[in-house]
């Protein structure tokens, strides 16, 4: 995957950090290997923030700062108006996928953006035909 877009999702970010995680052994691996060109966006990186702060409190959510401020070449896409109306149009797309706000918004910025790959720990991103990482 050396210089292919990829797209991060909250759960391979929660998965690379919590040990307790069924995905940690095969994240600690993708992040291990060959440096892709890294995309999220804020909203992505706002869900793991606050999934570590809520539930291992503000150190466990600084250090998932910490591998987000780290990764070389991190893209980090904004929210946007318009980001909104694509998400909303894959809302409606995909209705019936019970597709989280954030996913929806995932998939609009992988369309955008053409990239190809997630590192997810779910389906979700794969609904519009990328290939997600780790398979299980």
Same mark, same amino acid.
């Given at each position: 995957?050396? *210089? =292919?877009?990829? !797209?991060?999702?909250? *759960?391979?970010?929660?998965?690379?950090?919590?040990?307790? /995680?069924?995905?940690?052994?095969?994240?600690? $691996?993708?992040? &291990?290997?060959?440096? %892709?060109?890294?995309?999220? @966006?804020? #909203?992505?990186?706002?869900?793991?923030?606050?999934? !570590?702060? +809520?539930?291992? *409190?503000?150190?466990?959510?600084?250090?998932?700062?910490?591998?987000?401020?780290? #990764? /070389? &070449?991190?893209?980090?896409?904004?929210?946007?108006?318009?980001? +909104?109306?694509?998400?909303? =149009?894959?809302? /409606? =797309?995909?209705? *019936?996928?019970?597709?989280?706000?954030?996913?929806?918004? @995932? #998939?609009?910025?992988?369309?955008?953006?053409?990239? &190809?790959?997630?590192?997810?720990? /779910? +389906? +979700?991103?794969?609904?519009? &035909?990328?290939?997600? !990482? %780790?398979? $299980?």
């Amino acid at each position: 995957m050396k *210089g =292919r877009k990829v !797209f991060l999702d909250t *759960g391979i970010l929660i998965a690379a950090l919590n040990r307790r /995680d069924q995905y940690h052994a095969q994240a600690r $691996s993708l992040f &291990g290997g060959p440096v %892709p060109r890294w995309h999220t @966006s804020v #909203l992505v990186w706002s869900e793991a923030y606050s999934w !570590f702060l +809520h539930r291992h *409190g503000e150190e466990q959510a600084r250090a998932c700062r910490r591998l987000v401020e780290n #990764l /070389d &070449g991190l893209v980090l896409l904004e929210g946007t108006s318009r980001l +909104h109306r694509d998400t909303c =149009r894959i809302l /409606d =797309r995909l209705r *019936g996928a019970r597709l989280t706000y954030v996913d929806a918004s @995932s #998939l609009a910025l992988m369309e955008r953006h053409e990239i &190809g790959i997630a590192w997810a720990t /779910d +389906h +979700h991103l794969g609904l519009t &035909g990328a290939d997600v !990482f %780790p398979r $299980s």
